[in-house]
C-alpha cells in the first residue's frame, strides 16, 4: 500500500490524529455549550452539573442546526431548533416533541473524549477506533512546584508554521531584536541536535542563557514544545522564564496557539509573581507574540514549496520528516482497518 506525498501533506497539515490537542482555555466555557472549530471539525462543549466537559460533534442529528447554539442538559446537550437532545456519547438521547424516538439512542455523533488540565480543555482527536492514550503534560503543567499563566491567540496560518516558528531559537535575536527579553547574543550561531526521551533539542552551541537558545519538542499523546527567555535584570526576579507552547489547528489556514508562561515558584512568590506578571511582563510578552504572529500571517500558504534552507532550519526540517511519516503512518493503519485485503 502506498500513500502520497500529497496526501501524507494534507493530513498533516489539518493535524495529525491519534493525540490530545489543547481547544480552549477553561475560562472559555461556563455554563451555556460553545461551538468552536479545531483540526476542521465543528465541535460543541459543554459542562455538566459538577463542571465535567463533553464534546460532541456541532451538529443535531434531526436536521443538522448547531447543537451549541442550543443549552445544556447536565450531560446531554439540547438542539434550539426542536429541543432534541444529544447525550455525552453521540447518542440521540430524546426527541421531546413526540415524547419518543425509535432513533433514540443510536449514536449518530462523534464524541470526543475531553480533559481538562493546566486552564485548558484538551480533546482527543483519534482515528476511527483508536483509542486515547493518557494525556501525559510536561512537568510544568503539572502544578507542584511550578506556576503557570495561560495565553491563548489566534493566527491566521496554517499551525505548522507556528510549530516551526518555534523550532526556530535564532529567529529571536533578529525578529524580537528590539523586544525587552531578546536583545542581547551573537546574531551568528551553529545549532545543534540533542536526543530527548520523547522528541529532540535543537539549541545553539556554545549559548545559552542570552537569548532564545534552545528549543525542545516532544510528542507525549500531545505535541508541545520548551523554551526559555531570559530576564532582563529590571524585569523582576532573576532566573530563565519557561514556556510551554501547543499549536491547535483551526482548519488548514488557521491555529490557535497555546502558551504556557512558567515558573519554578510556590507559595506567596508564586501569587507574587503573577501578580508582577499581570502588571509589568504580560503586555511585553504579548507584543513579543504579535511579532511572530505578523511574520507568520505574512507567509504564503506555500511558502513550503519554494524555500532557500540553510543549517538553522534543521529543527524544522526534522519536524517536516516526523509529521509526513506520522501522517503516512495513520493513513495506512486506517486503510487497514477500513478495506482489511488492502493491507495483503
Ligand atoms: S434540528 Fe435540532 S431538533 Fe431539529
Ligand atoms: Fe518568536
Partial sequence: ???????????????????????????????????ITRLGERIA????????VHAVEDRCPHRGARLSLGWSKDDRIACWYHGVEVDAGGHMAAVPAIGRCEAEKRARNKAYPAVERAGAIFLWFGSPGVEPTPLVLPEELEGGEWGSILCVAHWKCNY?????????????????????SMAEGEKMATLRQRETETGFVFEKVGQTGVNFDWVELADTGAFWQ????????????????????????????????FF?????VDGWKR?????????RLEQLHWHVLEQDRVILESMLDTARDDEALYAHDAG?????????????????????VSQPQAAV
Avoid at 505548522?160 to 525587552?180: F, Q, T, W
Avoid at 501569587?271 to 502588571?279: E, G, H, M, P, V
Fill in 1 to 35: 500500500m502506498t500513500v502520497s506525498v500529497e496526501e501524507c501533506e494534507r493530513r498533516a497539515n489539518s493535524g495529525l490524529l491519534n493525540r490530545w490537542y489543547p481547544v480552549v482555555a477553561s475560562w472559555r466555557l461556563a455554563n451555556a455549550p460553545i461551538g
Fill in 316 to 336: 524544522l526540517v526534522r519536524l517536516r520528516r516526523m509529521f509526513l511519516k506520522t501522517a503516512q503512518d495513520q493513513i495506512e493503519a486506517e486503510t487497514r
Fill in 271 to 279: 501569587d507574587a509573581w503573577r501578580f508582577l506578571y499581570r502588571a
Fill in 45 to 52: 462543549i459543554w459542562r455538566d452539573h459538577k463542571g465535567q
Fill in 226 to 257: 520548551r523554551l526559555t527567555i531570559p530576564y532582563r535584570k529590571n524585569a523582576g526576579p532573576g532566573g530563565p522564564f519557561g514556556i510551554i507552547g501547543m499549536v491547535t489547528p483551526v482548519d488548514d489556514t488557521n491555529c490557535l496557539v
Fill in 160 to 180: 505548522r508554521y507556528a510549530l516551526e516558528n518555534v523550532l526556530d531559537p535564532m529567529h529571536g535575536i533578529y525578529l524580537h531584536a528590539a523586544s525587552h
Fill in 260 to 264: 504556557w508562561r512558567c515558573r519554578k
